[in-house]
């Protein structure tokens, strides 16, 4: 079987399942290459079933060789399944708790023959993605490459006058040129006061001197995503926002330090925090301290104070505290890098000196 179903049903049988059906897109991607917009997996002992509707009957073929092809006409899907996990003696088929919606649930429970039960599972997929193979991570690494080259394209045209909107804009034509085939989200472009919203996506203001500005943002490449942020300065820089920028930096770099196979994700989260504890701006750094990065921008491992994950060689993962204050600004820097035995494989190479505009 396909080596990766294969560890996903091993995940999934921890939850009491003896099979697993698999509808959310990254997952069907992850496990069989199929990158349709609709279809639905079903893994059991005898194998692979990927079922599509007329559509996509051809390019699934041709992108999961490894699955078995079945076509479905309209209100067939269940009973297609039902004949997969019927072939392999499965009775409790597990679903992807986290991405089947109330309505979803509910057909598939009623369409399930008797003494079929549907299992909730959590994260079978999820977990085998987290630690990437090497042909994902060389998706990665140039994904990483175009947000990089795309930033110092663009860097030149940030000087006041300059709307937000129009960076974002800038940023993702340059990406796109260099192979993207998109954004790995909307990107935020966060300038002056704004700069203290975390998720401050790209908006109307236009930019001024003085101004910190934030990019959060990343290219998508074959499905992967890349995951970076810079902070700069417009002008010139007053004592308070060095001080700032030098606090976040310092704890980056304490938990760039801390990565390692091995080590608790809340271990890393810990550096960070206690450099932006001691310098008494704890509260203004309120969000977690890192996560996952592959065909989702978000996803395993976690890293925060309360994540029981433990980082694992191959896992890729962002480093990227921040200290936001209300009215006045912030600061963020992000980093995304590979989990190796000794510490880790940097993705992100635009350099983290104070940048002046
Ligand atoms: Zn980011
Ligand atoms: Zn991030």
């Not at 893994?43 to 079933?49: A, F, M, P, R």
């Not at 597990?94 to 919606?101: D, K, N, Q, W």
């Not at 990343?218 to 308070?240: K, P």
């Amino acid at each position: 079987m396909m080596e990766r179903a294969r560890r996903a049903l091993e995940n999934a049988r921890e939850h009491g399942a003896d099979a697993l059906i698999v509808q959310s897109a990254p997952n069907r991607r992850y496990l069989t290459g199929f990158t349709g917009s609709e279809g639905t997996i079903v893994i059991t002992s005898e194998g692979v079933h990927l079922l599509v509707d007329f559509r996509y009957v051809e390019q699934a073929k041709l992108q999961a060789p490894g699955a078995h092809v079945q076509m479905y006409r309209r209100e067939e899907l269940w009973a297609k399944v039902a004949e997969a996990l019927a072939a392999a003696g499965a009775r409790r088929p597990g679903f992807e708790a986290e991405h089947v919606s109330w309505a979803r649930w509910r057909k598939m429970v009623e369409s399930l023959p008797e003494g079929v039960e549907a299992v909730p599972v959590t994260g079978a997929v999820e977990r085998v993605r987290a630690v990437k193979d090497a042909g994902e991570l060389e998706l990665i690494r140039r994904a990483m490459r175009i947000t990089d080259e795309a930033l110092a394209a663009v860097l030149p045209e940030v000087r006041p006058g300059v709307r937000e909107r129009e960076l974002a804009l800038r940023l993702e034509w340059e990406m796109k040129r260099r192979g993207a085939e998109g954004t790995a989200f909307d990107f935020i472009v966060a300038s002056g006061p704004r700069s203290a919203m975390p998720h401050g996506v790209a908006g109307d203001r236009a930019l001024e001197r003085g101004d910190f500005v934030t990019f959060d943002i990343g290219a998508r490449y074959q499905g992967y995503c890349a995951d970076m942020t810079r902070t700069v300065i417009l002008g010139e820089a007053d004592e308070r926002q060095r001080a700032i920028y030098d606090l976040v930096l310092r704890a980056q770099e304490a938990a760039l330090a801390a990565v390692r196979a091995g080590v608790r994700a809340s271990e890393v989260d810990a550096a960070a925090r206690r450099v932006i504890a001691d310098a008494g701006y704890g509260e203004a750094f309120g969000h977690g301290l890192g996560h996952g990065v592959g065909l989702d921008v978000h996803e395993a491992p976690s890293l925060n104070a309360r994540s029981e994950d433990v980082l694992e060689e191959g896992m890729v993962v962002t480093i990227e505290p921040g200290v936001y204050l209300e009215g006045w600004g912030g600061v963020r820097i992000e980093d995304s890098v590979v989990v190796t035995a000794a510490g880790y494989e940097l993705l992100t190479f635009t350099a983290k000196d104070l940048m002046i505009l």
